[in-house]
């Protein structure tokens, strides 16, 4: 009887032990990155009212858990640092995380070509195009500036007071981690000279819905008026929204394809729109970077047995329902028509040339660097005579990729009947000659799923898609 009153007793202790332990969310580990030139919110769990202290580097900052043990503090904002440095946090108990640096922390997200794993880059075949390809990579990444966080589904829903959740760019835990987050973040580091860390959320075959909150459906005026599909919500509470607030810099979307198997269009597009502002509002700043990745070409038009399911103009219409997003701020997206050996393969290589491109949209627009990031943009178009011109934004050095004419441009009158028209490039623009069709009205380009232009600026960045009449282009969001 009195051995099991002690350990009744015992129980009762350890219990509330357990209660008044400090607990921090998964996302805070050793290795981590803290963000570099911002305050830094350092939060977790504790008993209520429990004095938390912080300290780190030459700060020390104290608090007390609320009510329902939450709590948080902030870090004054601090300069890079690539030496690692200790991280305590102490209250009723003592948690201390080792080997904490101080760089720029980046969130990307999406489905499977974001979760296209570092290990399958040794496996792929040599790709067809440039003369670049990171076979050994996995093998001798060795960067101690270069920090991963890969989150799985459950992982962060409840603390397991393990911190292993981070780890440098090398070994078991490089090979499980996305190659397109991976890439993005090496290229930072290499320029920016300061350590990098990444995040990775994705599942995949995801469509959109599952990764913004269902209330941002609800507040929607164009999303409140269709039906829910795609589980909204699902992954957000999981995924994204226990990261919060933990300081970044930006994020990187690479997500797209299941919607385009539904047919999806201007539906994406508020949903998309959804998804940027609900992450900029979870961490309290509107003017976070987001940059996407335009779809690249596949046979979306065929099913597994070759019958046509959709028209093969579905891919381009997605990709000008994405591009509509680039009216919030501080938004950019890259272009992937050349990053394709074959139009069947919905998941292509390249994945380093992806992360490339996404690295030079920061370095441009977030770290201010010198570095050309935009392939040539369609600006407008004049009839003249016989011909068409099209000028572009991004067009320095407008130039074919193979030395070869210019080609997929397209042409129509008001009957919508488009036919393929001979290109040339005089002074950084496209000329086109109407001859043969006087009541020209309209200029397409690239307007098929399995398209891949040779159109590139000075930088070899890709011209984009586009159509010159579009019944999106009044929209405003």
């Known amino acids: 009887m009195m051995k099991g009153l002690?350990?009744?007793?015992?129980?009762?202790?350890?219990?509330?032990?357990?209660?008044?332990?400090?607990?921090?969310?998964?996302?805070?580990?050793?290795?981590?990155?803290?963000?570099?030139?911002?305050?830094?919110?350092?939060?977790?769990?504790?008993?209520?009212?429990?004095?938390?202290?912080?300290?780190?580097?030459?700060?020390?900052?104290?608090?007390?858990?609320?009510?329902?043990?939450?709590?948080?503090?902030?870090?004054?904002?601090?300069?890079?640092?690539?030496?690692?440095?200790?991280?305590?946090?102490s209250g009723e108990n003592s948690i201390i995380l080792h080997d904490v640096l101080v760089g720029e922390v980046w969130l990307c997200s999406g489905q499977s070509n974001m979760e296209y794993q570092m290990r399958k880059i040794a496996k792929e075949k040599v790709p067809l195009k440039g003369n670049y390809h990171p076979k050994q990579e996995l093998k001798e990444a060795h960067n101690p500036n270069l920090r991963i966080f890969l989150v799985r589904r459950k992982f962060l829903a409840k603390p397991d007071g393990k911190y292993e959740g981070w780890a440098l760019a090398q070994d078991s835990a490089l090979s499980q981690f996305s190659a397109p987050a991976y890439f993005f973040g090496k290229k930072l580091q290499e320029e920016l000279k300061v350590p990098v860390g990444i995040i990775t959320a994705a599942?995949?075959?995801?469509?959109?819905?599952?990764?913004?909150?269902?209330?941002?459906?609800?507040?929607?005026?164009?999303?409140?008026?269709?039906?829910?599909?795609?589980?909204?919500?699902?992954?957000?509470?999981?995924?994204?929204e226990p990261l919060a607030p933990y300081a970044i810099r930006g994020f990187i979307w690479?997500?797209?394809?299941?919607?385009?198997?539904?047919?999806?269009?201007?539906?994406y597009t508020y949903k998309m729109k959804a998804l940027i502002e609900n992450w900029r509002q979870l961490w309290h700043k509107p003017d976070m970077p987001f940059y996407f990745t335009q779809i690249a070409p596949f046979n979306y038009s065929l099913?597994?047995?070759?019958?046509?399911?959709?028209?093969?103009?579905?891919?381009?219409?997605?990709?000008?329902?994405?591009?509509?997003?680039?009216?919030?701020?501080?938004?950019?997206?890259?272009?992937?028509?050349?990053?394709?050996?074959?139009?069947?393969?919905?998941?292509?290589?390249?994945?380093?040339?992806?992360?490339?491109?996404?690295?030079?949209?920061a370095l441009k627009y977030v770290y201010k660097k010198n570095v050309i990031a935009d392939g040539p943009e369609f600006k407008s178009v004049t009839f003249k005579d016989s011909q068409i011109i099209l000028k572009?934004?991004?067009?320095?050095?407008?130039?074919?990729?193979?030395?070869?004419?210019?080609?997929?441009?397209?042409?129509?009158?008001?009957?919508?009947?488009?036919?393929?028209?001979?290109?040339?490039?005089?002074?950084?623009?496209?000329?086109?000659?109407?001859?043969?069709?006087?009541?020209?009205?309209?200029?397409?380009?690239?307007?098929?799923?399995?398209?891949?232009p040779n159109l590139v600026n000075a930088a070899g960045l890709p011209a984009a898609p586009f159509r010159t009449v579009s019944p999106l282009k009044s929209i405003k969001l």
């Not at 921090?24 to 209520?48: C, S």
């Open 254 to 267: 690479y997500q797209g394809e299941s919607n385009v198997f539904l047919q999806e269009n201007l539906s």
């Open 203 to 240: 599942v995949s075959g995801s469509r959109i819905e599952p990764w913004f909150a269902e209330e941002y459906w609800n507040s929607s005026a164009y999303l409140k008026n269709i039906p829910k599909t795609g589980d909204p919500g699902k992954f957000y509470p999981l995924m994204i």
């Open 6 to 89: 002690i350990v009744y007793i015992l129980l009762i202790l350890s219990g509330l032990q357990l209660r008044a332990a400090v607990v921090l969310p998964n996302i805070f580990a050793h290795h981590m990155v803290l963000q570099r030139e911002q305050p830094v919110p350092i939060f977790g769990t504790a008993a209520p009212a429990e004095t938390i202290t912080v300290s780190f580097q030459n700060q020390q900052v104290q608090t007390q858990a609320d009510a329902s043990g939450k709590w948080k503090v902030l870090l004054r904002p601090m300069k890079a640092n690539s030496i690692g440095q200790t991280l305590h946090i």
């Open 303 to 361: 099913d597994e047995k070759g019958q046509v399911r959709m028209a093969t103009t579905v891919l381009p219409e997605f990709r000008e329902a994405q591009d509509l997003v680039l009216q919030l701020p501080h938004t950019a997206r890259i272009v992937t028509t050349d990053l394709v050996d074959h139009v069947n393969d919905l998941h292509p290589n390249y994945k380093w040339e992806v992360g490339r491109r996404y690295a030079l949209k």
């Open 392 to 452: 572009f934004n991004h067009a320095e050095g407008l130039k074919s990729a193979d030395g070869k004419p210019p080609r997929l441009f397209e042409i129509a009158g008001d009957d919508d009947i488009f036919h393929p028209v001979s290109a040339r490039i005089e002074h950084n623009r496209i000329i086109l000659s109407t001859m043969g069709h006087p009541k020209v009205r309209q200029v397409r380009f690239a307007w098929d799923e399995a398209a891949q």
